[in-house]
Nanobody
Framework: QVQLVESGGGLVQAGGSLRLSCAAS????????MGWFRQAPEKEREFVAAISWLGDSTLYADSVKGRFTISRDNAKNTAYLQMDSLKPEDTAVYYC?????????????????WGQGTQVTVSS
């Protein structure tokens, strides 16, 4: 099975940018649809973005569309989430997740493999 480790979180002012990385080990990243989810305090985990096995198809939550960009480099076994024009409401723990079958990109229930999460805090 695949192991995932996120990095790149931190504290940033509103309007700023961060780039999250998700490094995979154990199995090739190309075997998986990759998703990013986030969970703010006292809120449920929510879908942010997902990308197909080869990176030729992407999906975004409406709340991040036009500001966030998901990408992957299968040769480096790493997925990314570029976050621009950050807002205070983007503050959350961000998780990457992997799913071999890609049956429902939006649902966290369909992703069996998860990283430990990385904190993103956007100050106003």
């Amino acid at each position: 099975q695949v192991q995932l480790v996120e990095s790149g979180g931190g504290l940033v002012q509103a309007g700023g940018s961060l780039r999250l990385s998700c490094a995979a080990s154990g199995r090739a990243l190309s075997n998986y649809v990759m998703g990013w989810f986030r969970q703010a305090p006292e809120k449920e985990r929510e879908f942010v973005a997902a990308i197909s096995w080869l990176g030729d198809s992407t999906l975004y939550a409406d709340s991040v569309k036009g500001r966030f960009t998901i990408s992957r480099d299968n040769a480096k076994n790493t997925a990314y989430l570029q976050m621009d024009s950050l807002k205070p409401e983007d503050t959350a723990v961000y998780y990457c997740a992997a799913d071999a079958y890609g049956s429902n990109w939006y649902s966290d229930l369909n992703y069996p493999y998860w990283g430990q999460g990385t904190q993103v805090t956007v100050s106003s």
